[in-house]
């Protein structure tokens, strides 16, 4: 099996679209969403809309529960806030049945797929480092976990009681060793590389794959601009930090 895995795509329908456009060609098996569709971006509805079609396991996201008033804005920055309050007045019912009917946590094959952590994923923490990882490995009842939420992608790794961080695009699986892997983020990648990031995992390969595909930023920043979202939400996406 071939899954490609998106998350925190974040309401950027060009990010997506470019990404859906490369797994197409790809001819993979399945697309798992790790949540966070919408919120910061401009195009929430069709966001929605796009992964409720494309994706066949999708988990909520902080940003998603924040959506629909499941989760307050406390914890949420200043622009995050104004992008979730945005997000709510402009967002249609559809999409709004859609996030709701999302679970926490999805298990599938030897894979256990999350937005934030493992142990509490209501909880919206985030998984770092390696420190952090000790504690997730723990709640870890499959060889693999899958997580967005940093923006950041890496994999954590566990064999016996050795943990390492690995943070290379390439990731070899062997059956004796546990992982935890962030995907990136499609639509606000923070590693300082702007291009749109997902992954790909090839069971038969026994492989993860980090890939990166460009994407008409401007176009999103003028849609944002006209939709009077934060500046600093704007900026950051030439700079994907
Ligand atoms: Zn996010």
Redesign the pocket.
């Known amino acids: 099996m071939r899954y490609g895995f998106i998350?925190?795509i974040?309401g950027n329908l060009e990010a997506l679209t470019a990404i859906l456009d490369d797994l197409q060609d790809r001819e993979l098996d399945e697309i798992v969403c790790l949540?966070?569709i919408v919120?910061?971006g401009p195009d929430p509805n069709a966001c929605v809309e796009l992964v409720q079609t494309r994706a066949r396991y999708v988990v909520l996201?902080?940003?998603d529960s924040a959506a629909i008033g499941k989760t307050t804005l406390e914890h949420f920055n200043l622009y995050a806030r104004q992008a979730i309050e945005w997000t709510r007045e402009v967002m249609n019912s559809d999409a709004y049945a859609y996030l709701s009917s999302l679970p926490l946590k999805i298990i599938i094959d030897a894979m256990t797929l999350v937005?934030a952590t493992l142990q509490h994923p209501e909880e919206w923490n985030y998984l770092f480092n390696t420190q952090d990882a000790v504690e997730n490995f723990k709640q870890l009842r499959t060889q693999m976990g899958y997580i967005?939420?940093?923006?950041v992608p890496v994999a954590f790794c566990k064999e016996n009681q050795r943990h390492w961080t690995v943070w290379d695009q390439h990731i070899s699986i062997y059956p004796n060793i546990r992982y935890i892997i962030n995907v990136g983020?499609v639509g606000?990648p923070r590693d300082a590389d702007p291009r749109a990031c997902y992954g790909i995992y090839d069971s038969e390969k026994a492989e993860f794959n980090i890939v990166r595909v460009p994407y008409e930023i401007k176009k999103v920043q003028e849609k944002m601009q006209k939709a009077g979202l934060p500046g600093y939400l704007i900026h950051r996406l030439f700079s994907g930090r």
């Open positions: 998350s925190d974040h949540g966070d919120g910061y996201g902080n940003h937005h967005g939420h940093s923006h983020s606000q």
